[in-house]
Nanobody, 115 residues
Framework: QVQLVESGGGLVQPGGSLRLSCVASRSIISINAIRWYRQAPGKAREWVTTFESGGSTNYADSVKGRFTVSGDNAKNTVYLQMNSLKPEDTAVYYC?????????WGQGTQVTVSS
């Protein structure tokens, strides 16, 4: 069993920044990859970014250049730094991993970008 707990969401104005955290119940070094997804109202869940245990990262085109994912092994935490936020970034953000062939999701954290 792996537990993932997100935090850091909130209300921010367009152009603002937020940093989300995803704390894992086990060492993130032992997890091949932790991914962030988001789901906007009425839309399908979409992949945002991947943080691999070796430090490699990948981003969806919609967030490339604005979002940065990083990891802190000592804190078992993956961060998602979101800058230059747009109203279309409004969504519930989830972190996810696959361990032992099973998928694990966090409970999500709401991000609202609005003036």
């Amino acid at each position: 069993q792996v537990q993932l707990v997100e935090s850091g969401g909130g209300l921010v104005q367009p152009g603002g920044s937020l940093r989300l955290s995803c704390v894992a119940s086990r060492s993130i070094i032992s997890i091949n990859a932790i991914r962030w997804y988001r789901q906007a109202p009425g839309k399908a869940r979409e992949w945002v970014t991947t943080f691999e245990s070796g430090g490699s990262t990948n981003y969806a085109d919609s967030v490339k250049g604005r979002f940065t994912v990083s990891g802190d092994n000592a804190k078992n935490t993956v961060y998602l730094q979101m800058n230059s936020l747009k109203p279309e970034d409004t969504a519930v953000y989830y972190c996810h991993c696959t361990v032992w062939g099973r998928q694990f999701w966090g409970q999500g954290t709401q991000v609202t970008v609005s003036s």
